[in-house]
């Protein structure tokens, strides 16, 4: 990873930190993530609380609030304040909250949802907004089950000029059968698959990002299947750089609010056999635009 390690003319630039009336936020880093006080998220928000979160969501990619106690209901309406909610396509199957995802992970588990780098959902035509993952159960041995986050922001800044120039105008499919990893997913699941650009803008920032992931992105179209190998296996391994990261500790009440237009993530799977629980609320989002 050390040919990553930015040149002095592509230094990265750290912004100078905003000001907030209704609440107090602590980056964890000063590329991505922000510790979010001040806050009970099963009450209704204030427009300026809404505003101050929206304010900072933009900032920091990542929101982590703590002590929060939420029914389901509860965390379905905090997460309605920012566009509507996704529902899961299998949720029929199981019968569960077609806007809730159970995470869990227990002695019985053979795999852990999340596991590798990842942004949720891009072989849809519109990938969702973001995610809020509610964690209420921690691993028994009172540590394990963090999550990663790495912005794609900065993972396009330390890319050279040439290699940007290269990237831009590339497109690139993102397909739904690679989570599955080998199994056959159940008839009735429409696999999904899209077309999307290798660098986006942003919709609310208009700031550019890497747009391929290893959870999702098969090839990019323009370039041989070598070639895209190749390519896509070093901007993979860009993801992995420290600088690009901020790593979440879940304690149970946690609730993270990532934008997944901008980041990917990874859950550790360091506790099996303890157990971990959680739920996850999706917002939709756009389709993303070069
Ligand atoms: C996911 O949404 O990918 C799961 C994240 C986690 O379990 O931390």
Same mark, same amino acid.
């Given at each position: 990873m050390e040919k990553f390690v930015l040149d002095a003319d592509r230094l990265v630039t750290t912004r100078s930190p905003q000001t907030y009336q209704t609440i107090a936020v602590a980056p964890l880093t000063p590329v991505i993530g922000a510790e979010v006080? /001040?806050?009970?998220? =099963?009450?209704?928000? #204030?427009?300026?609380?809404? =505003?101050d979160i929206k304010s900072a969501f933009l900032?920091?990619?990542?929101?982590?609030?703590?002590?929060?106690k939420l029914t389901a209901d509860e965390h379905k309406h905090f997460a309605s304040y920012f566009g509507e909610l996704r529902h899961r396509q299998l949720a029929?199957? +199981?019968?569960?909250?077609?806007?809730?995802?159970?995470? #869990?992970?227990?002695?019985?588990?053979?795999?852990? =949802?999340g596991e590798d780098w990842h942004c949720d959902g891009t072989a849809d035509a519109e990938p969702s907004l973001g995610s809020m993952l509610y964690v209420t159960r921690t691993p028994e041995i009172g540590s394990g089950g963090d999550t990663l986050f790495a912005s794609m922001h900065m993972a396009y800044e330390v890319l050279s000029p040439p290699m940007k120039e290269f990237l831009s105008g590339l497109?690139?499919?993102? +397909? /739904?059968?690679?989570?599955?990893?080998?199994?056959?997913?159940?008839?009735?699941y429409v696999v999904p698959k899209s077309e999307h650009p290798v660098i986006v803008r942003h919709p609310e920032t208009g700031r550019k990002l890497l747009f391929v992931n290893a959870g999702f992105t098969s090839h990019i179209v323009q370039l041989s299947r070598e070639e895209s190998r190749a390519i896509l296996d070093l901007l993979f391994s860009l993801v992995k750089s420290p600088i690009l990261s901020?790593?979440?500790?879940?304690?149970? /009440?946690?609730?993270?609010?990532?934008?997944?237009?901008?980041?990917? $993530? $990874?859950?550790?799977?360091?506790?099996?056999? $303890?157990?971990?629980?959680?739920?996850?609320?999706?917002?939709?989002?756009?389709?993303?635009?070069?």
């Open positions: 006080a /001040g806050l009970d998220l =099963s009450q209704d928000l #204030s427009d300026q609380q809404l =505003s900032a920091h990619h990542v929101l982590v609030f703590r002590d929060q029929e199957l +199981d019968g569960g909250d077609p806007a809730v995802l159970p995470v #869990s992970a227990d002695k019985d588990s053979q795999f852990v =949802s497109t690139a499919i993102h +397909d /739904g059968l690679i989570p599955w990893q080998g199994y056959a997913p159940p008839p009735e901020c790593r979440v500790r879940w304690t149970p /009440g946690t609730l993270v609010f990532w934008d997944n237009r901008c980041t990917q $993530h $990874h859950a550790v799977w360091d506790y099996f056999p $303890h157990s971990r629980y959680g739920e996850r609320v999706t917002i939709n989002g756009t389709r993303p635009q070069a």
